[in-house]
């Protein structure tokens, strides 16, 4: 049985594993996504992308000065991510007069690269559904989780499996959690509590 949510990291998530995980198992992935990079996106003040508005059944982007592109093309990363590209005439972008706002180049168009529609949107609403402070407070539950996982794999050996087969693997790891669980609770019995986050000593000096 698929779980309803999954909670991951930047280093995990992605809109292509959004979109099969809802796809295929019902499954609500949950996280922060990797932020735009790009010069545009960082640059203050600047048009990212989702400054343009791409208007999907029409196969075309509006740029915020209201200029239409001229190409859109489908194409794929060498390892097979569907891409979209999308070429503004340099007719357009040339005299513009946010040109600086938008592209560095002197004399080339505007393009864009953006993923197709369900995945676009996809990452669209994680950076948009993260900034939530509910959502924050929730993904506060995976802290720990890190934590465990080290354990498992530094303790108890959770990256090697002992037997051949996906039954008794999952046997494996059942076992290995609650392997964890009684180390666990004989130490809180015992009196050891957690000691939170570790913070470095610069960070500390900033704190004091």
Same mark, same amino acid.
Request: proline share 4%; with cysteine; hydrophobic share 35%.
């Given at each position: 049985?698929?779980?309803?949510q999954?909670?991951?990291d ?6 292509e ?5 809802r ?12 932020l735009?990079?790009n010069w ?8 990212d ?10 196969? !075309?982007?509006?740029?915020? #000065?209201g ?5 859109w093309?489908?194409t794929?990363r060498? @390892?097979g991510?569907? +891409?979209?590209?999308?070429?503004f005439a340099?007719?357009s972008?040339r ?8 592209i ?5 168009a505007?393009?864009l690269?953006?993923?197709?529609q369900?995945?676009?949107e ?5 950076r ?13 539950r995976?802290?720990?989780i ?11 050996g959770?990256?090697?499996? !002992?037997?051949?087969?996906e #039954?008794?693997?999952r ?8 392997a964890? @669980?009684v180390?666990? +609770? ?23």
């Amino acid at each position: 049985m698929s779980p309803k949510q999954h909670w991951l990291d930047a280093g995990y998530h992605g809109a292509e594993l959004i979109v099969a995980a809802r796809e295929q198992h019902g499954t609500q992935i949950i996280g922060p996504v990797r932020l735009n990079n790009n010069w545009s996106g960082q640059h203050v003040p600047g048009f990212d992308l989702r400054s343009f508005e791409i208007q999907w059944q029409h196969r !075309q982007v509006v740029c915020p #000065q209201g200029q239409t592109s001229v190409a859109w093309t489908s194409t794929a990363r060498k @390892n097979g991510q569907a +891409l979209i590209n999308v070429r503004f005439a340099k007719e357009s972008c040339r005299p513009c007069p946010v040109r600086a706002q938008c592209i560095r180049s002197g004399d080339r168009a505007k393009s864009l690269k953006f993923q197709p529609q369900a995945q676009q949107e996809a990452r669209y609403a994680a950076r948009d559904a993260i900034k939530d402070p509910l959502a924050q407070q929730l993904y506060h539950r995976r802290a720990g989780i890190e934590g465990t996982l080290s354990q498992g794999v530094r303790a108890f050996g959770l990256r090697r499996c !002992q037997y051949i087969g996906e #039954q008794k693997t999952r046997l494996q790891h059942v076992l290995t959690a609650m392997a964890i @669980n009684v180390v666990r +609770l004989d130490a809180w019995m015992i009196g050891e509590r957690p000691i939170g986050t570790k913070h470095s000593r610069f960070a500390r000096l900033q704190v004091a």
